[in-house]
């Protein structure tokens, strides 16, 4: 089965940018980010089909990039100007269905820590 493994998490300051990349080890059709922070629920930021247009919570409000790679399998997340409330445990994940769906989303990375911090 499909595993995924994200990269590039860590301690940053604020105003400071981020990449976070995620690898598939086979074909998905949907990817997406997901952040979790202690006591709330894990929530969808933003989720990409092959060869289309990402799709972006309504909280992003532009600091985030989604972008993906067809041909490598994978999908990063740059975001810009971090701020203390970024910080949270990022997952990447893949679904077979829709990318603005979060409750599609059924193969989970490990997920990386962003620390945002002065």
């Known amino acids: 089965h499909v595993q995924l493994v994200e990269y590039g998490g860590g301690v940053v300051h604020p105003g400071e940018s981020l990449r976070l990349s995620c690898v598939a080890s086979?074909?998905?059709?949907?990817l997406g980010w997901f952040r979790q922070t202690p006591g709330r629920q894990r929530e969808w930021v933003a989720g990409i089909a092959p060869y289309s247009d990402p799709h972006y919570a309504d909280f992003v409000r532009g600091r985030y990039t989604l972008s993906r790679d067809d041909v490598k399998n994978t999908v990063d997340l740059q975001i810009t100007s971090l701020k203390p409330e970024d910080t949270a445990v990022y997952y990447c994940?893949?679904?077979?269905?829709?990318?603005?769906?979060?409750?599609?989303?059924?193969?989970w990375g490990q997920g990386t820590q962003v620390t945002v911090s002065s």
């Open positions: 994940a893949a679904a077979p269905g829709r990318p603005w769906r979060e409750d599609e989303y059924n193969i």
């Open positions: 086979g074909s998905v059709f949907s």
